[in-house]
C-alpha cells in the first residue's frame, strides 16, 4: 500500500518511526516537506540561538535514514493540491517543478503558522515570527549586526527567543499584553520570580503594554515599536511570538472538516474521510489543537498503531506540562495551577531564595501544581495529577515530593 505523508516534522516522521517498528514493509512511503532540511528537532531551536548547539546537532533523522528505509523523501516541495477522489497529492519542489504521488493512505502533519499580530509596519525587514531553522539563522544574523532587539509575546518561546538574542549580545525588551510574563502557565508569585531572573541577564520588560505599530527606519527596514499609550522604543529586529495557528489550508481545500484545527477521533482519523490522517500542531483533538510536543508524540502513536492494521489504539487527549528552555532557569506547571472555587492550596515560598512551589488540591485529589526554582518532583507531580487519585494518606508530606511521601 501506498502511504504519503504531508509534513516532515516532528508529528509526521515520529508517526512514520512507530509505523516502521510495527509494520516494517507494509507501505511504499512517500514524505513532503515544505523546508529544505530533514526532520530536526523543533524544540531545541531555542538551544541552537542561544548558541549552546549547532543545526546539525537537532536534526533527528538525517538524509540517509530516509534513504535506508525506502523512504521517498520530496524537501523542499510544497503540497499545492490532494485530490480525494482519485487519492493523488500535487506538489511544487524549489525549482517550479510538478511531483505528484498517489495514496492509500494520507497522514497530514502540516504543524501551524506563527501568528504575526494585524498592526502597521508588520510587513517590514527584521520583523519575523520564531518557528522554524529559517527564522533562527534570521535571528543570529541580526544578532550580528544590530542592537536592539523587541520580543512580543512573554510566553514560553518569547522568553526562550529573548534568552538566546541576550546570549549573542543584543539589548532585548520584552513586549507583553499582561501583567506578568507566562501568565497562562504560571501564578502571579512564580511569573515575579521568573521575570527576576531574567531581568538579571539583562532583559528588559514592558509589561501591560499592547504594540500599535512598527516604524519604518526610512530603508524598509524597523527602527522602532509604539505602543497604545504613545511610548516608543528602538527595534532592529522585532520577533513576534504571540501564538500560532494550526496549518489547515490544504485540508480545507481538500474539503475536510476544520474548525481552529483539522477535526480528528480517537484514532486520528479524520472525520470526514477514514483514509485521512492527521496529527501534531495542524489536529484537532475534542476541541483542543495542542502546540507541544508531547502530544504530538502520543498521537504519533495512535496514528501508527492504526496505519500498520493494529485497531486497538485510542488517544484520549494529553495533559500537558510546561517547561522552559532557558539555561538555569527552572520552572513546570501542570494542570489546575491557577486554583480558586472549590480548591485548596498548599504553598512554599522562598522569594530570597528564588523557590516557590503551589499545590492545588480538590478534595483528596491533586488537580495542579506550580514549581519555581526547584522543579525536582515535577514528573512525580505530573503521575499523581493523571493517576487522579487519592492523596489523603501523603498529604502532610505532599509539599516534600515523593522520597518524604514515600517514608511518611
Not at 541552537?48 to 523512504?71: F, K, N, T
Not at 477535526?263 to 495542542?290: K, S
Not at 484520549?316 to 522552559?324: D, K, M, Y
Request: aromatic share 6%; charged share 20%.
Amino acid at each position: 500500500m501506498k502511504l504519503v505523508v504531508v509534513g516532515n516534522g516532528m508529528a509526521g516522521m515520529r508517526t512514520v518511526e512507530e509505523l516502521l517498528r510495527l509494520a516494517p514493509g507494509l507501505y511504499d512511503i512517500t514524505v513532503f516537506g515544505a523546508e529544505p532540511h530533514p526532520n530536526y528537532n523543533r524544540i531545541m531551536l531555542s538551544p541552537v540561538l542561544a548558541g549552546e548547539q549547532m543545526i546539525d546537532d537537532i536534526v533527528l533523522h538525517p538524509w540517509d535514514w530516509y534513504a535506508r528505509h525506502g523512504i521517498a523523501l520530496h524537501a523542499g516541495c510544497r503540497v499545492t493540491q490532494v485530490d480525494r477522489v482519485r487519492r493523488r497529492v500535487r506538489a511544487v519542489d524549489a525549482g517550479g517543478r510538478q511531483v505528484e504521488a498517489g495514496y492509500d493512505r494520507l497522514l497530514l502533519a502540516t504543524g501551524s503558522t506563527p501568528f504575526m499580530l494585524p498592526v502597521p509596519g508588520r510587513e517590514l525587514q527584521g520583523v519575523i515570527g520564531y518557528r522554524d531553522i529559517a527564522d533562527t539563522q534570521a535571528m543570529i544574523e541580526a544578532a550580528r549586526r544590530h542592537r536592539h532587539a523587541v520580543v512580543i509575546g512573554g510566553g514560553v518561546l518569547g522568553l526562550e527567543a529573548a534568552s538566546g538574542l541576550a546570549r549573542r549580545g543584543m539589548q532585548v525588551t520584552v513586549v507583553h499584553v499582561n501583567a506578568w510574563p507566562m501568565d497562562r502557565q504560571l501564578d502571579a508569585e512564580a511569573g515575579a520570580l521568573l521575570r527576576r531572573a531574567l531581568q538579571a541577564r539583562g532583559i528588559a520588560f514592558r509589561l501591560g503594554a499592547r504594540t500599535e505599530a512598527l516604524l519604518d527606519d526610512g530603508s524598509g527596514r524597523v527602527r522602532a515599536v509604539r505602543f497604545a499609550d504613545g511610548g516608543e522604543i528602538p527595534a532592529d529586529l522585532v520577533v513576534m511570538a504571540v501564538g500560532i495557528r494550526p496549518s489547515i489550508a490544504l485540508a480545507q481545500q481538500m474539503r475536510l472538516h476544520c474548525e481552529r484545527g483539522i477535526v480528528v477521533n480517537d484514532t486520528l482519523q479524520t472525520v470526514t474521510d477514514p483514509r485521512v490522517y492527521a496529527v501534531g500542531e495542524c489536529a484537532q483533538h475534542r476541541g483542543i489543537a495542542y502546540g507541544l510536543v508531547a502530544p504530538l508524540f502520543e498521537q504519533g502513536r495512535v496514528a501508527a498503531n492504526h496505519l500498520a492494521q493494529m485497531g486497538i489504539g485510542r488517544y484520549p487527549g494529553s495533559l500537558v506540562p510546561t517547561r522552559l528552555k532557558v539555561t538555569g532557569i527552572d520552572l513546570f506547571s501542570a494542570g489546575d495551577f491557577m486554583g480558586g472555587g472549590e480548591t485548596e492550596e498548599i504553598v512554599l515560598s522562598d522569594p530570597a531564595g528564588g523557590v516557590y512551589r503551589k499545590l492545588v488540591l480538590r478534595g483528596d485529589r491533586l488537580v495542579g501544581a506550580c514549581l519555581y526554582g526547584d522543579t525536582a518532583d515535577g514528573g512525580w507531580y505530573l503521575d499523581l495529577l493523571r493517576e487522579g487519585r487519592s492523596v489523603a494518606d501523603i498529604r502532610d508530606q505532599l509539599m516534600f515530593g515523593e522520597p518524604a511521601a514515600a517514608h511518611g
